[in-house]
Every structure is written in structure tokens, then in C-alpha cells.
């Protein structure tokens, strides 16, 4: 499989940003997607879940309400809106796959998805 994220970039503290992520070589609606980020020194932590259909999304209490991750089954892509984004949100974005039926309660695991990009860098100033 093949996962690509793009869209990132450096941004305003309280501006916004969408991520995408394209994904080719696997069946894209027989997996959740995750977003991850990983700012340097930290561990890479959970952002968001989205089901197979997209109807049910997890996320992590330090971006929801800010974040939203949907995505298009028809195109085998991923999205990120990110608004109102703080300095503490700066780090590369991962996005990842897992052949899965549900998002597990250990969604936020790394070890969860089996398939990732190469990352997309966002930087937040103040």
C-alpha cells in the first residue's frame, strides 16, 4: 500500500490548515484511517479515528472541537481541517490505515494501523 499525506505547511496561531492523504494498493473502505502527529522528543500520539464509512469519528481531547477528519470513499482520501490551531500543534502529521471493522478502543495505539505516509510537517507560530 501506498499512503501520501500533503497540505501542511507553517500557519498563524489561530489559523487553519486541511490535510489530505491519498491512499493506492489496498482497498480503501475495508479500513479505518488514522491521523497521528509526533512533535520532536514526544511520542507519536493519536489524533483521529474515522470508520470504514465515515459515519463515526474519533478524536483526541487536545484537538476536538478544533479538528475535523473526514473522507471520500470514492477518491481514497483522507482529510484533516484543522482550525484554530495553537503552537502545541506543531508537528508532523501522519496519516494511516487499518484493516479493521471498527476503530478500536486502542485507536490512539500506533501498533493499531499497519499501514503509514511518510508524514506532513505543521508548524504553528505565534
Known amino acids: 500500500a501506498q499512503v501520501v499525506e500533503s497540505g501542511g505547511g507553517s500557519v498563524q496561531v489561530g489559523g487553519s490548515l486541511r490535510l489530505s492523504c491519498t491512499v493506492s494498493?489496498?482497498?480503501?473502505?475495508?479500513?479505518?484511517m488514522g491521523w497521528f502527529r509526533q512533535a520532536p522528543g514526544k511520542e507519536r500520539e493519536g489524533v483521529s479515528c474515522?470508520?470504514?464509512?465515515?459515519?463515526?469519528?474519533y478524536y483526541a481531547n487536545s484537538v476536538n472541537g478544533r479538528f475535523t477528519a473526514s473522507r471520500d470513499n470514492t477518491k481514497n482520501t483522507l482529510y484533516l481541517q484543522m482550525n484554530s490551531l495553537k503552537p502545541e500543534d506543531t508537528a508532523m502529521y501522519y496519516c494511516a490505515a487499518g484493516l479493521r471493522s471498527v476503530c478500536p478502543d486502542s485507536w490512539s495505539a500506533p501498533g493499531t494501523f499497519g499501514s503509514w505516509g511518510q508524514g506532513t510537517q505543521v508548524t504553528v507560530s505565534s
Open positions: 494498493g489496498l482497498t480503501f473502505d475495508d479500513y479505518v
Open positions: 474515522i470508520s470504514r464509512s465515515g459515519a463515526t469519528i
